[in-house]
């Protein structure tokens, strides 16, 4: 199992930006898919990016495409969302999350994830 903590998020206004951080620890994080995901209030989680394992494939939102960008450093077991351009409506919970799968795909469905963080609000101000 690995456990995943988020960090970065606060409060900013619209057109600025923010780099959410996700610490991962246990031995299988460097070789697992991982994803990020948000929620607002009210509504359903959703799928924002993921990276393949080597950080070699990645695969964005439509709603954040050309304006977020997701890396990881795997000798840090870390990964992160560079967040640019922010809109008022990117204001939700954002968790970060990990397949135990070694080698797997990456995915946009938060049902092939198995580890989630407690996730981090990001708050934009219009």
């Known amino acids: 199992q690995v456990q995943l903590v988020e960090s970065g998020g606060g409060l900013v206004q619209a057109g600025g930006s923010l780099r959410l951080s996700c610490a991962a620890s246990?031995?299988?994080?460097?070789?697992?898919?991982t994803g990020w995901f948000c929620q607002a209030p009210g509504k359903e989680r959703e799928f924002v990016a993921t990276?393949?394992?080597?950080?070699?494939?990645?695969y964005y939102a439509d709603s954040v495409k050309g304006r977020f960008t997701i890396s990881r450093d795997n000798a840090k077991n870390t990964m992160y969302l560079q967040m640019n351009s922010l809109k008022p409506e990117d204001t939700a919970v954002y968790s970060c999350?990990?397949?135990?799968?070694?080698?797997?795909?990456?995915?946009?469905?938060?049902?092939?994830?198995?580890?989630w963080g407690q996730g981090t609000q990001v708050t934009v101000s219009s």
């Open positions: 990276i393949s394992w080597s950080g070699g494939n990645t």
């Open positions: 999350a990990t397949r135990r799968r070694r080698y797997g795909s990456v995915s946009i469905y938060s049902s092939n994830y198995d580890d």
């Open positions: 246990g031995r299988t994080f460097s070789s697992s898919a």
